[in-house]
């Protein structure tokens, strides 16, 4: 009984941040008729009002992001063509970001290395665990079974912390820059509390995927002791 308790709390740890953000969503993504413009016209005004005007905003297939190579806002289509409280919302967030790229705000620069460090080092981790098995049926030693082990799950476990440390940069862009925005000029009173959750949900899901990467970690250990 303990275990199946402890294994349906792993689950709700791990899958829980990722349900929520996207229920929270989902629930916000109706459209409204006093929102005046959609979240991609909202992106576009703001950009232009904060002199972003080289910014481009784009409708995107792969989640709402900002990209500081590119200097492109993408939103996904229901995000970009709708005026829901979460297609403004994540538009603003997503202009936070932008507005932290034109600022030339210390986190974001971390945090755009961090993310490609992330991307790299999971590849490497993958690859890692993959071939592992081959090596110790050549080699026929356990030590290098052990190290490639530990270095395939030191790979993954860094892809995680790497996501968790960039959390402040998202906060930042939610609740520093979207939400007094959004309340001084562009959402009424009525919907502060609606856009306090979505921006909260915006942030959290870099939680979901560090959480994700470290139920990847249990995972491989599970397998490997089989």
């Known amino acids: 009984m303990h275990i199946i308790l402890l294994i349906l709390l792993l689950i709700a740890l791990i899958f829980g941040p990722q349900w929520w953000a996207n229920y929270t969503f989902k629930r916000y993504a109706k459209k409204q008729d006093h929102i005046p413009g959609t979240g991609g016209e909202l992106a576009r005004h703001l950009l232009d009002r904060f002199e972003m005007k080289e910014v481009q905003v784009e409708i995107t297939e792969q989640g709402d992001h900002y990209d500081p190579e590119a200097k ?57 665990m993959v071939v592992m098995p081959l090596v110790m049926l050549i080699t026929r030693s356990p030590i290098a079974g052990i190290l490639l082990t530990l270095a395939g799950l030191g790979s993954i476990a860094g892809s995680a912390v790497i996501h968790l440390v960039t959390l402040p940069v998202e906060w930042d862009a939610s609740f520093s820059k979207a939400l007094p925005i ?7 009173t009525q919907d502060h509390v609606a856009v306090e959750r979505i921006l909260k949900a915006a942030a959290l899901t870099y939680v979901a995927a560090s959480l994700a990467s470290i139920f ?9 002791r089989r």
């Open 72 to 128: 492109t806002v993408r939103l996904t289509e229901n995000n970009y063509n709708d005026n829901s409280l979460t297609a403004v919302a994540v538009a603003a967030h997503e202009v936070g970001h932008a507005i932290q790229h034109h600022n030339n705000e210390a986190k974001l620069i971390l945090r755009t290395r961090l993310v490609k460090i992330a991307e790299k080092v999971a590849k490497l981790g993958t690859i890692i």
């Open 182 to 188: 959004l309340k001084q000029d562009y959402i009424q």
């Open 216 to 224: 990847n970690i249990w995972r491989w250990i599970v397998l490997l």
